[in-house]
Structure formats: structure tokens, C-alpha cells
């Protein structure tokens, strides 16, 4: 019997230019910058201090989407899916279907997956650095509950919220809801208070409780919510260390912990150890480049710390990993009492990730800072002049870098009174005629294959109908002349689209780098790494 071809030879053809396309697209969109950043005592005095800065250096960090922060415990053990990462996962499915069936009405089902996110939550002790996810469950289950009838457990869901964050502040629950909420806001105000004292071995770990910095161990915390509280302690080279605390009211409790080493945490830790000083001299020295290496870092910052009585001294440098150069360079001195030292830290990291991420909108690569001499005068230091920490300040003048090699900018690390040369952030050039006709050609024949993908199911179908026709029906030819014209416009539209989408996608690869003269790859500034070879503007080379 004549049977009408079916082209599964274009299926083939087809999913594998549609893979080609899909794997070339990314190349158009830019990488985040795997950034390393740290702060290290110079000294023993300084290990307290440091681990306050480093604590503000990971928090303004978190900000900037340019920069992707390299965890070392991640990056050291290969990056492993950790079993918390797995039940964060499932508490965060958990609340997504308890937040439906609230909307929903279906209390019950409401309750239940609320309450098996919360306990997940729970159990997800070193992720927990932000706590707004379960506080979202808990009100919601608090809501559920208390729609339910069962207004003291909502009540008592609430008050267990309050511990946790005591403004917080429910948005959009019914009147009801809103009632239990006050009276269980003001049962929490009557409610006696306790204290804690965390330790950890070793000390000078950063202490975050409830997702909020509080201090450096050994601390003790007072005027705290009776109830379970979340205790986090992170420490350069040891696995985050994550878990409830019960705090009990009119009592003090104690929490020790002994944080376990990561994998090459003990090579990791010597390196920083020795990176401190290397900070303070010029290019980038031996330690700074196996720090990078070992982390596999494009960029590189890194806060050396002392401090003598009261004065903290803060001295930052960012580095390019790859071609193991200095960027910039800043300092500032704060006061380690009170909140002083993370605030003034915050804001010399704010100015050192701005130059690490090349964005000169933020204030240290335009604004700069400058070192407090104790007399209400400052000197000029790093990456260019402005106000000093505790001090008016008397800018210096901002030098222009002398011209480097090839016709590039020098980028020797400063001396004392001189700015830090920065590189330059890659000019935007907008989007090129060649991607504006390599994206069309992916369009249209995108468009192109999706037809033939239809035609390929038309024909199907038609060759099933053949197959169950008689061969006696008037309707056989009928069938079989269609099945062939729709399989034609299959084969028409897979290869043809296909082939239009292959053309885009070459024309992608292309125009997609950047154009260079024969006289600029002449003239290229080389870098030497290891290895033997070298990075050359445009590519590599044995």
C-alpha cells in the first residue's frame, strides 16, 4: 500500500539547530564578574576588628549584580547541592501551595502545607542569613489558623512571628486576622526578656541572629524575646554553622559552637593570613595571587585590618585576578566602639566594590576618601579625594595614571598621597548591525520551523487516518495526496527554517566580538600567567 512519507529525518535536523541556536545565544549576555572579597587582620589585635568588616564587606557585596561573591566553603568542596539547599527548596514549594490555598479558601490544605514550610524552614539552620521567607509563612499560617476558629494557635503563630521580627507589620489580612495580630502584639510587649552568650571555637566569628548582625564572638546579647531565635556564625575558611536557639525569659543562656574546617580551609586561611601585609606594598604579591587562584577569582578585594586602642585602620585594594594587577586602592580609620566600625566599614566597601564592578556612579570611584590624621585634616589616599572619616579633610589633587605600555594606562598601585589608576569600564557600543540581522534571521526562522513542526503533525495524523481507511473507500487518494503535500510543507519548513536560524546564529558568532585593527593585535599589551602562555588583547596563545 502507498503510503503518504512522514519526514522524521526533519525532526532530527531540526532539534539539532534549535540546540545550536540555544547554546550561541548566552554568548550576548554579560557574565558577572567572580568577585572574592575578604578582610584580614594584619595583626592579632586586629582579628575582632576584621571580622566586623568583613561582615559589612559581605553585606554591601550582596547588593551589586554586576558582582558574583564567591563563597569559599562552596567553591572549596566543589560546589555540592547540600542537603539544606534541598529542604529550602521544599519549603519554598510548600509555601507557594499554602499561599494558594489560603487565596483559595481551602483553610485546611492552607494549614497544612504552611505548616510543613515553617518546619522546613526550620530545619534549613545555615541558610537561614534571611529569615523574611518563614516570617511570610508564619503569618500566614497564623492567618489561616485564626480563619479557621482556632484563634488562640493563630494567636500563639503570631507572637512565635514577633520573636523573630517585633515590627512586623501584616498587610492585606482581614479584620479578623488583624484583631488576633494585636492581641498578640501586645501579649509579646508584656513578655519578660532574656539574654544569650555565643561563643565559638575558634573566636571572632561573625554572629548574625535572626538574619540581623550583632557582633563577633564571644558576645552576649541582652533584652532579647523569649522564644526560638536563629543563631548564625560564619568565619573565613569554616562551614557556616546555623541553628534555633531557645532563649528563656529572666535567664541567660549559653551557646558554644565549634566551627569544622571546609575543605583546603587550612591553605585558604594561611593565604589570608599572609595577604594582609601584601596589601600594603605594591602589585599584587604572591599570596593575593594563589588566594585568587585557589577560588578561581576574576577579582579580587581584599581589607587588611589593625587596630591600636580605639583607632581601627582599614586599608583596601582591589585586584584584577587575571592579569594580577591593582585596580584601586582606598583607606579610611574608624572607631571600634559601638556601631561606628561597620558603618564606616560598609561605606570603604561600597567604594572598593564600586571599582571592582567598574561602576563609577558610586561614590569611592569618583567620590574617594581620605585618612583621618586626628587633627580635622586628612591626606589624600586611594582611589581619588573626598571627605575624611572623623575629619573636614584637605583633599589632595587627583594625578592622572602616567601612559603605560602599548599606549595603555599604568597600573602600578599608588603611594600615599597619589590616586589609584583605574581601568576603565568597556565602553557600551550598542547593539550591532550584525546581531540586529543575526537575531531577525533567528526569528523568522524560528517562525519558519515552528510551521514545519505543524505540518510534521498534520501529516501524522493523516497517515494515521490512511492507515485506518479501507481500501476500498473513495476517500484513500484524498488522504494519501494530502498526507504528501503536508509532508513536503514539513520538510520545506524544518530545513528551510532550519537552515535560516543556522545562518543567524554564524552571523551571531561572527559580529559578536569586539573589531580589531591589524595594528591593535600588533600592539596588543601581553600579560604573562602561568603556565607558559600568555593573555593577549583578543585571545591566547602558547
Known amino acids: 500500500m502507498d503510503t503518504p512519507p512522514l519526514p522524521r529525518s526533519s525532526y532530527l535536523v531540526g532539534l539539532w539547530i534549535l540546540s545550536l541556536a540555544l547554546v550561541a545565544a548566552p554568548t550576548s549576555a554579560p557574565e558577572k564578574l567572580a568577585t572574592a572579597a575578604f578582610a584580614v587582620a594584619r595583626d592579632p589585635s586586629g582579628q575582632k576588628a576584621a571580622a566586623t568588616v568583613s561582615a559589612a564587606l559581605a553585606e554591601r557585596a550582596a547588593r551589586i549584580g554586576r558582582l558574583r561573591i564567591i563563597e569559599p566553603g562552596r567553591a572549596l568542596s566543589g560546589d555540592p547541592r547540600t542537603r539544606e539547599e534541598e529542604t529550602l527548596v521544599r519549603a519554598r514549594t510548600a509555601l507557594a501551595d499554602g499561599r494558594r490555598a489560603y487565596d483559595g479558601l481551602a483553610l485546611d490544605d492552607a494549614i497544612a502545607r504552611l505548616g510543613q514550610a515553617v518546619t522546613l524552614y526550620q530545619q534549613t539552620g545555615p541558610l537561614l542569613g534571611d529569615l523574611s521567607e518563614l516570617e511570610t509563612a508564619l503569618a500566614f499560617l497564623g492567618a489561616a489558623l485564626t480563619l479557621r476558629g482556632s484563634s488562640d494557635e493563630g494567636g500563639s503563630t503570631f507572637q512565635e512571628l514577633l520573636v523573630l521580627d517585633p515590627a512586623y507589620a501584616p498587610d492585606g489580612f482581614p479584620p479578623t486576622v488583624m484583631k488576633t495580630f494585636e492581641q498578640a502584639v501586645q501579649k509579646q510587649q508584656k513578655q519578660a526578656k532574656g539574654s544569650v552568650e555565643i561563643y565559638s571555637t575558634p573566636p571572632y566569628a561573625v554572629v548574625y541572629l535572626d538574619g540581623s548582625f550583632r557582633g563577633v564572638t564571644p558576645l552576649t546579647l541582652k533584652d532579647l524575646a523569649a522564644g526560638t531565635h536563629y543563631v548564625r556564625l560564619e568565619l573565613n575558611g569554616y562551614v557556616v554553622h546555623g541553628a534555633p536557639i531557645e532563649i528563656t525569659a529572666n535567664q541567660q543562656v549559653t551557646s558554644q559552637t565549634r566551627l569544622v574546617s ?281
Open 262 to 542: 571546609v575543605k583546603s580551609g587550612a591553605e585558604l586561611r594561611d593565604l589570608l593570613s599572609r595577604s594582609g601585609r601584601e596589601v600594603m606594598v605594591e602589585g599584587m604579591g604572591t599570596n593575593l595571587r594563589g588566594l585568587a587562584r585557589l577560588l578561581v577569582a576574576d577579582v579580587l578585594v581584599v581589607v587588611s585590618v589593625s587596630q591600636s586602642g580605639n583607632d581601627v585602620t582599614m586599608t583596601g585594594a582591589v585586584y584584577d585576578a587575571i592579569g594580577a594587577t591593582r585596580i584601586a586602592s582606598d583607606r579610611a580609620v574608624a572607631d571600634a566602639s559601638g556601631p561606628n566600625l561597620y558603618r564606616d566599614a560598609g561605606a570603604l566597601a561600597e567604594r572598593l566594590l564600586a571599582a571592582a564592578s567598574g561602576d563609577k556612579g558610586q561614590g569611592g570611584v569618583s567620590g574617594g576618601s581620605t585618612v583621618n590624621d586626628g587633627d580635622g585634616t586628612g591626606t589624600g589616599f586611594g582611589l581619588s579625594t573626598g571627605a575624611g572619616v572623623g575629619g573636614k579633610g584637605t583633599a589632595a589633587p587627583t594625578a592622572s595614571p602616567p601612559p603605560g605600555p602599548a599606549g595603555g594606562t599604568n597600573t602600578a598601585p599608588p603611594v600615599a598621597g597619589e590616586a589609584a589608576p583605574i581601568i576603565a569600564a568597556p565602553k557600551d557600543e550598542g547593539i550591532r548591525t550584525g546581531e540586529i540581522v543575526g537575531w531577525s534571521m533567528i526569528g523568522a526562522g524560528g517562525i519558519g520551523m515552528i510551521v514545519g513542526v505543524v505540518f510534521a503533525i498534520l501529516a501524522a495524523n493523516t497517515h494515521a487516518d490512511y492507515l485506518a481507511t479501507s481500501q476500498a473507500s473513495p476517500d484513500l487518494i484524498g488522504l494519501r495526496d494530502t498526507g504528501k503535500v503536508q509532508a513536503l510543507g514539513a520538510d520545506l519548513g524544518l530545513f528551510i527554517g532550519g537552515a535560516v536560524v543556522a545562518g543567524g546564529v554564524l552571523t551571531l558568532l561572527l559580529t559578536g566580538g569586539p573589531t580589531q585593527t591589524p595594528d591593535e593585535l600588533l600592539n596588543a599589551a601581553i600579560v604573562p600567567i602561568d603556565g607558559g602562555a600568555a593573555f593577549v588583547l583578543g585571545g591566547t596563545f602558547p
